[in-house]
């Protein structure tokens, strides 16, 4: 029979054809190969029809807490029957005798008549040579034994009892050869030295973009700091995206030049008539204008995902939250070396009662040391949603300069009350192919977008 065999599979054919059935470990003993070594073999063996892997599993048996204080002292209601052997005894008396095992020992031998209660004396009827149970435990003992060895029926009147007896299961896996195998002659053939420095033929496999690789990374880090990911349109009435968070409705950022609008379309709801009513008013009071409702229909393309956590926090008001939104935004900006007019953010809140913008900053200087950048600093800034409102720098050292990376602040009241939110709240967000850039060492974002291939192909998984 002729069968291409790797050295490894060689090996555990000689093997077994010594030792007809081995487990994995003793494979490794008598092979002289590494876990990971004997797995792939096995499963390449089973795979060509050269090996049976067969699975079976044991059950031992010890003593937990409480079956080893039986062990020692006896099970309780030996231990209550043996103070009333040669008298009655006071309630109060055994109570205080047996302690915390009395209630469970009074209660099985009120179960099985041995004691007689007569107001606060506790009599003994029938003192029992043998308590179910007494047998298992002096099998057991301080040892771990096979549970094919103790009295099913015995072991079972304890078995439910909290910390009396620990099941261990304990799976095999064996393999041996087929008949298959067994014909298959193991000959040691002369091997040629390789050079492991030679020169290969370049293969470009496909990868995930370098861009979505740092997107990745940042979802994974959000995720694993306790935050959980929301999802929202890119597509939004104004309402959400502009007056929601307290910008009026003539700032110069709801202008064409600065917001893509959709054509001739508006939203017919853009929220409940109480949020309308709260915030229309927010609006009136504080920029002293007359707010149109008209103008909040207007629906864009989303200018930042902070849109969607406010409509999220809107619709839940939690005492206590932790979460996130990433995805597109459109900007009406010209492009240059370090704007688009279509890119992506990472936007999170934090919702409690004691939050501070202390515990903020340092959040962002986890998610940065995460990330991999050390040296930051916060500038205090302004952004028409926010109060206190910071800017993060972070110094860039191919640069040899401080650049800005993410906003951050806490939602001013005028933000939060309308809505119906207590609680303070933590927000900030920032673009992603900033730090896309930083990792990857660019000045030019468009470089993400341009599809170079050699440089896509250059550019190492990890940074």
Same mark, same amino acid.
């Given at each position: 029979m002729s069968q291409v065999l790797h050295e490894i599979e060689k090996k555990i054919i000689t093997s077994l054809k010594v030792n007809p059935k081995q487990t994995p470990e003793q494979l490794e003993k008598s092979t002289s190969l590494s876990?990971?070594?004997?797995?792939?073999?096995?499963?390449? &063996?089973?795979?060509?029809? +050269?090996?049976?892997?067969?699975?079976?599993? =044991?059950?031992? $048996?010890?003593?937990?807490?409480?079956? *080893?204080?039986?062990?020692?002292?006896? &099970?309780?209601?030996?231990? +209550?029957?043996?103070?009333?052997?040669?008298? =009655?005894?006071? $309630?109060?008396?055994?109570?205080?005798? *047996?302690?915390?095992?009395?209630?469970?020992?009074?209660?099985?031998?009120?179960?099985n008549n041995w004691i007689d209660t007569s107001e606060d004396e506790i009599t003994l009827k029938i003192y029992p040579s043998e308590l179910p149970g007494e047998k298992t435990l002096k099998q057991i003992g301080e040892n771990k034994i096979p549970k094919n060895e103790v009295d099913i029926a015995d072991l079972s009147s304890i078995m439910k009892r909290p910390d009396f007896i620990i099941e261990d299961i304990i799976k095999t896996r064996e393999i041996s050869l087929t008949e298959n195998a067994e014909s298959i002659e193991i000959?040691?053939?002369?091997?040629?030295?390789?050079?492991?420095?030679?020169?290969?033929?370049?293969?470009?496999?496909?990868?995930?973009?370098?861009?979505?690789?740092?997107i990745d990374e940042i979802r994974e880090i959000f995720v694993t700091l306790g935050f959980t990911e929301i999802i929202g349109n890119m597509t939004q009435p104004s309402f959400w995206n502009f007056d929601a968070l307290f910008t009026p409705q003539d700032h110069p950022a709801r202008e064409l030049q600065d917001t893509f609008y959709l054509d001739g379309l508006s939203a017919k709801k853009i929220g409940t008539s109480e949020q309308i009513r709260k915030i229309s008013e927010s609006h009136k009071k504080n920029w002293r204008y007359y707010w149109d409702i008209n103008e909040a229909r207007k629906m864009v393309l989303r200018t930042h995902t902070t849109c969607v956590t406010i409509k999220h926090l809107a619709e839940n008001k939690p005492d206590e939250a932790r979460f996130f939104s990433l995805g597109r935004v459109f900007r009406n900006e010209k492009v240059s070396y370090k704007h688009l007019v279509e890119f992506n953010q990472i936007e999170g809140v934090v919702v409690g009662k004691n939050a501070t913008l202390r515990d903020l900053m340092g959040i962002q200087r986890e998610f940065y040391r995460r990330i991999g950048i050390t040296k930051i600093k916060f500038w205090p800034t302004f952004f028409p949603y926010t109060e206190p409102s910071l800017q993060t720098m972070v110094y860039n050292d191919r640069l040899e300069k401080w650049v800005e990376l993410f906003g951050m602040g806490i939602f001013r009241p005028e933000v939060t009350k309308p809505l119906g939110i207590t609680k303070p709240v933590l927000a900030w967000g920032g673009g992603i192919e900033r730090i896309a850039m930083l990792k990857y060492g660019l000045d030019d974002v468009r470089e993400f977008y341009s599809n170079n291939l050699s440089w896509l192909r250059s550019v190492t998984k990890c940074q």
């Open positions: 876990t990971d070594q004997i797995r792939r073999g096995m499963e390449w &063996l089973k795979l060509k029809e +050269l090996a049976i892997v067969s699975e079976s599993q =044991s059950i031992t $048996l010890s003593l937990g807490k409480n079956g *080893l204080e039986s062990f020692h002292k006896g &099970l309780p209601e030996r231990r +209550l029957i043996d103070l009333l052997k040669n008298e =009655s005894k006071k $309630l109060q008396h055994l109570q205080k005798e *047996l302690g915390s095992v009395f209630g469970p020992a009074i209660g099985l031998a009120r179960k000959t040691a053939g002369s091997s040629n030295a390789i050079n492991v420095e030679s020169k290969v033929p370049d293969v470009f496999v496909a990868r995930t973009h370098p861009l979505k690789d740092t």
